[in-house]
């Protein structure tokens, strides 16, 4: 099984603050999403990662930003923390480039308040 | 805007029926996947199935892709109870930017 661990798991923050979610993989797939999950809309597209430091732009991508350093972590941060941006946020990696199969993490419930 | 779109948003079944979902898509795809999520997990892919293909099983899953329509179905054929949980079409739009539609909740009653 690939491995994938995000970071904070569980997070409450304040309006206007920094807040970064880290994803980590334990095998060199290329391909690391960002989705957001939220009640009546599935999930959406943040940003995505095909390679270290080339990443994209995904369908709600605004107030958001996102690091690749290194193979292994994905991050992405909220600049400025506003309450629209409560929800529950995935990560995942293609575990198949040829197909985008891909291996989701277990989420982050991120709440600001 | 999301390229998939599943029907019914809700299914309530007993146990042994049949289960069917429908996705349809907007653009152009590679290859489109059916995913499941259990409440408050991450999502399991289940199937993936080709744009060359018209239909894939797997188990108790049946899923058709019609690419002249735009349209997919998951079939889950003598469900469980077990088997309640939310599930996602995802596209490829043709490239690696996979991308989910809303999700149909399923619910079996024992």
């Known amino acids: 099984d690939a491995g994938i661990t995000q970071s904070p798991r569980h997070k409450v923050t304040e309006t206007g603050t920094p807040v970064t979610l880290r994803c980590h993989q334990t095998?060199?797939?290329?391909?690391m999403y960002w989705y957001r999950q939220d009640p009546g809309h599935g999930l959406r597209l943040i940003h995505y990662?095909?390679?270290?430091?080339?990443?994209d732009k995904g369908e709600v991508s605004d107030g958001y930003s996102v690091s690749r350093s290194k193979t292994e972590d994905f991050l992405l941060t909220l600049e400025s923390a506003t309450s629209s941006q409560t929800s529950v946020y995935f990560c995942?990696?293609?575990?198949?480039?040829?197909?985008?199969?891909?291996?989701f993490g277990q989420g982050t419930r991120l709440t600001v308040v | 805007s999301q390229q998939g779109e599943e029907d019914p948003q809700a299914l309530s079944i007993q146990e042994g029926e049949n289960a069917t979902m429908n996705c349809s898509y907007k653009t152009s795809i590679n290859n489109l996947q059916w995913y499941r999520q259990n409440s408050g997990r991450g999502l399991v892919h289940l199937i993936l199935?080709?744009?060359?293909?018209r239909e894939k099983h797997s188990g108790r899953l049946r899923v058709t892709l019609d690419t002249s329509k735009k349209s997919s179905s998951l079939l889950i054929t003598a469900s469980r109870a077990a088997d309640t949980a939310s599930y996602f079409c995802?596209?490829?739009?043709?490239?690696?930017?996979?991308?989910f539609g809303k999700g149909t909740k399923l619910t079996v009653n024992p």
């Open positions: 995802a596209t490829d739009g043709g490239s690696e930017k996979l991308v």
């Open positions: 995942a990696i293609s575990i198949n480039s040829g197909t985008g199969e891909a291996f």
């Open positions: 990662s095909y390679g270290v430091k080339d990443t």
């Open positions: 095998e060199n797939h290329r391909y």
């Open positions: 199935i080709r744009s060359n293909e």
